[in-house]
T-cell receptor, first 115, second 112 residues
């Protein structure tokens, strides 16, 4: 069964550093998403991406965040200058054409720890 | 997006059938009902989706009454590995609406 993959599984960084989280969505999917989950809290939507542009973003997704699909397979989330409060699990998700908006396939996540 | 209400937590034992009910009084005509499962330190996983009556797959069954104001996720003969958080979502299954809004879900604990 095809699945979404994410790397690294765990990233530790110093406050103020830039991090790039990588995702490989399911190959024929065209809608891509990033979510995050702070420990013990809800899964929160960050951004959706379709046709090489952002479709929607949340208030969390400020100027420190950016997304990119640099090639035909990868989908990245960059945090330009990390803050302590960015520590969370970050999940990438993808969805295929013809599937409902609520049918998204999530990756295993990247645990980001900002020190 | 229709608001959903589900129990914060539930406990059960291995081998039992578990039913988790979700209320969605303001469900719209075009809305579908979707359930996700999340194990600790993993991403949410789509379990099942339905519009009305009953849907069954290899993981669970979803029962939706005629008025669609509630739905019940049924897990047959649970095992310890079914311990997870279960999220009920209501939204337009086939619209351009993008994001999923997760609530707090129901934390299901299965005991031996």
């Amino acid at each position: 069964e095809p699945e979404v993959t994410q790397t690294p599984s765990h990233q530790v960084t110093q406050m103020g550093q830039e991090v790039i989280l990588r995702c490989v969505p399911i190959s024929n999917h065209l809608y891509f998403y990033w979510y995050r989950q702070i420990l013990g809290q809800k899964v929160e939507f960050l951004v959706s991406f379709y046709n090489n542009e952002i479709s929607e973003k949340s208030e969390i997704f400020d100027d420190q965040f950016s997304v990119e699909r640099p090639d035909g397979s990868n989908f990245t989330l960059k945090i330009r200058s990390t803050k302590l409060e960015d520590s969370a699990m970050y999940f990438c998700a993808s969805r295929g054409i013809g599937e409902g908006a609520d049918t998204q396939y999530f990756g295993p996540g990247t645990r980001l720890t900002v020190l | 997006l229709a608001k959903t209400t589900q129990p914060i937590s539930m406990d059960s034992y291995e081998g039992q059938e578990v039913n988790i009910t979700c209320s969605h009084n303001n469900i719209a005509t075009n809305d579908y009902i979707t359930w996700y499962q999340q194990f600790p330190s993993q991403g949410p996983r789509f379990i099942i989706q339905g519009y009305k009556t009953k849907v069954t797959n290899e993981v669970a069954s979803l029962f939706i009454p005629a008025d669609r104001k509630s739905s019940t996720l049924s897990l047959p003969r649970v095992s310890l590995s079914d311990t997870a958080v279960y999220y009920c979502l209501v939204g337009e299954g086939y619209s351009s609406a993008s994001k999923i809004i997760f609530g707090s879900g129901t934390r299901l604990s299965i005991r031996p």
